[in-house]
Nanobody, 123 residues
């Protein structure tokens, strides 16, 4: 049974930083792409960042490029999202997801999802 468990959300002031973690279990993810998405109230879920488990390529939404960094720890089966220079518009529930596509930046290519973690950025 695949499980993706996010942690690290919270409340932070604008300009601050947070690091989200996603612990993956239940199968081998070596051929998967891991992604982060977010959904703000009243808005659709949107892509944030992705990283293939077995490669070093990374993909980012334009809105977070240069501020967020996605990374992984193969030994811990954990994916991270380092978020710096946070803005109020980054406020959302952040979801970790796993896709068996080699490259996946749209939610429809992800078959496994975590429960989400709330990030609130105050101005």
């Amino acid at each position: 049974q695949v499980q993706l468990v996010e942690s690290g959300g919270g409340v932070v002031q604008a300009g601050g930083s947070l690091r989200l973690s996603c612990a993956a279990s239940g199968r081998s993810f070596s051929t998967f792409t891991m992604g982060w998405f977010r959904q703000a109230p009243g808005k659709e879920r949107e892509f944030v960042a992705a990283i293939p488990w077995s490669a070093g390529d990374t993909y980012y939404a334009d809105s977070v490029k240069g501020r967020f960094t996605i990374s992984k720890d193969n030994a811990k089966n954990t994916v991270y999202l380092q978020m710096n220079s946070l803005k109020p518009e980054d406020t959302a529930v952040y979801y970790c997801a796993a896709s068996n596509w080699a490259v996946a930046t749209i939610s429809g290519r992800y078959g496994y999802w975590g429960q989400g973690t709330q990030v609130t950025v105050s101005s």
